[in-house]
């Protein structure tokens, strides 16, 4: 073998080393921006909602996401440092509210950035980040879903409608890419729970959501759906 062959041989191995080390740093490869619709969550929940839901999709959370395994999880111990996140409580409490018992949002943002936040870096870098990108997605760059439907001219009056109209509004806005759908059934009503928005692993652009509830999962949707 020559000195090319060897350099040649010398750079794959190394690219490989590179390729594997970094794959294995960044514990993920996708976001899911998930947000849940007020009512729906209420219905499903065993316990009764402390007070009534808005009809309104709000955030459940930014969710650092694998193509095929467990979803990365729990990266830190530490809580949400609550000083640092005081001039953007109000705004959260209003996007990102805990649905089930309102006197307690802190509690709910703290188990999702523990949970989900804290395994997104980058390009999450922090508690505070994490919270201030969420808004920056739902508020300034419009992903709103509840805002992306009405849009449509796609209201929550409670009525059937072909899941299908409400792809085709999400798809609209967010680049033709697919979004994903969890329901519920209970007592033989099924009810549309959540949409997620899915982004690549910078959250720089939107991608089709991977891994869809397949047929056999409950949390499979309908082709028609109350909304
Ligand atoms: C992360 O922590 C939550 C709450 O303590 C727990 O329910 C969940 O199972 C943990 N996830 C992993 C992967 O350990
Ligand atoms: C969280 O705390 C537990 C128990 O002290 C420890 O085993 C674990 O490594 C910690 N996890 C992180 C991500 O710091
Ligand atoms: C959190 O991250 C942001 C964005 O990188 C940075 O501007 C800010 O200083 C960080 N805050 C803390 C307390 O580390
Ligand atoms: C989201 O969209 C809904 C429906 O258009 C609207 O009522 C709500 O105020 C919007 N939320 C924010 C924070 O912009």
């Given at each position: 073998?020559?000195i090319?062959?060897?350099?040649?041989i010398?750079?794959?191995?190394?690219?490989?080393?590179?390729?594997?080390?970094?794959?294995?740093?960044?514990?993920?490869?996708?976001?899911?921006?998930?947000?849940?619709y007020?009512?729906?969550?209420?219905?499903?929940?065993?316990?009764?909602?402390?007070?009534?839901?808005?009809?309104?999709?709000?955030?459940?959370g930014?969710?650092?996401?694998?193509?095929?395994?467990p979803?990365?999880?729990?990266?830190?111990?530490?809580t949400?440092?609550?000083?640092?996140?005081?001039?953007i409580?109000?705004?959260?409490?209003?996007?990102?509210?805990?649905?089930?018992d309102?006197?307690?949002?802190?509690?709910?943002?703290?188990?999702?950035?523990?949970?989900?936040?804290s395994?997104?870096?980058?390009?999450?870098?922090?508690?505070?980040h994490?919270?201030?990108?969420v808004?920056?997605?739902?508020?300034?760059?419009?992903?709103?879903?509840?805002?992306?439907?009405?849009?449509?001219k796609?209201?929550?009056?409670?009525?059937?409608?072909p899941?299908?109209?409400?792809?085709?509004?999400?798809?609209?806005?967010?680049?033709?890419?697919?979004?994903?759908f969890?329901?519920?059934?209970?007592?033989?009503?099924?009810k549309?729970?959540?949409?997620?928005?899915?982004s690549?692993?910078?959250?720089?652009?939107?991608?089709?959501?991977p891994?869809?509830?397949?047929?056999?999962?409950?949390?499979?949707c309908?082709?028609?759906?109350?909304?």
């Amino acid at each position: 073998m020559g000195i090319t062959g060897m350099i040649h041989i010398v750079t794959m191995v190394f690219s490989l080393i590179v390729l594997i080390l970094s794959s294995s740093t960044v514990g993920y490869d996708y976001f899911q921006f998930t947000q849940q619709y007020q009512p729906a969550v209420c219905y499903f929940n065993p316990t009764p909602c402390k007070d009534p839901p808005d009809k309104l999709f709000t955030v459940h959370g930014l969710w650092p996401s694998n193509l095929n395994g467990p979803h990365p999880e729990n990266c830190t111990n530490a809580t949400v440092n609550s000083q640092r996140i005081t001039n953007i409580q109000a705004q959260l409490k209003i996007i990102w509210p805990n649905v089930l018992d309102r006197t307690n949002h802190v509690g709910f943002w703290n188990k999702q950035w523990i949970k989900h936040g804290s395994c997104g870096n980058p390009p999450i870098m922090n508690d505070t980040h994490y919270f201030q990108t969420v808004i920056n997605m739902y508020i300034t760059q419009k992903q709103n879903v509840s805002g992306i439907l009405s849009k449509a001219k796609i209201e929550p009056v409670g009525g059937k409608r072909p899941l299908v109209d409400i792809e085709n509004a999400i798809r609209k806005s967010i680049n033709n890419k697919k979004p994903k759908f969890k329901c519920q059934m209970k007592n033989k009503v099924t009810k549309l729970v959540e949409i997620s928005l899915c982004s690549d692993g910078s959250l720089t652009q939107f991608i089709n959501c991977p891994r869809p509830f397949l047929p056999g999962s409950p949390y499979l949707c309908p082709s028609d759906i109350e909304y």
